[in-house]
């Protein structure tokens, strides 16, 4: 019904910034929230930051200020920018989307690989 493709991850040093991006496709209502989780081995999965349809953001305390989370609603596209990246912010970071006309539903990206290096 609704897939997410995440791409932008990879490795790099301690204090260098990436770029990620997640477009859905199928069944997308234009009414949604989009957001980035990330999951590194051994703990739970996290919320880094959403944005809705309407511009509204949150972060998570712990990337507030470096991380920027931006959309592009006519490609139905999210984008997370992070700067100023640290070892602990490794991690498979996840895409996901839910739509406001039916709140229960949500739909997750297959993940991409962020790893900083010290």
């Known amino acids: 019904q609704v897939q997410l493709v995440e791409s932008g991850g990879g490795l790099v040093q301690a204090g260098g910034s990436l770029r990620l991006s997640c477009t859905a496709s199928g069944s997308v209502f234009s009414m949604n929230v989009m957001g980035w989780y990330r999951q590194a081995p051994g703990k739970q999965r996290e919320l880094v930051a959403f944005?809705?349809?309407?511009?509204?953001?949150y972060y998570a305390d712990s990337v507030k200020g470096r991380f920027t989370i931006s959309r592009d609603n006519a490609k139905n596209t999210v984008y997370l920018q992070m700067n100023s990246l640290k070892p602990e912010d490794t991690a498979i970071y996840y895409c996901n989307v839910r739509f406001i006309a039916a709140p229960k539903n949500e739909y997750w990206g297959q993940g991409t690989q962020v790893t900083v290096s010290s």
């Open positions: 944005a809705t349809s309407g511009g509204t953001t």
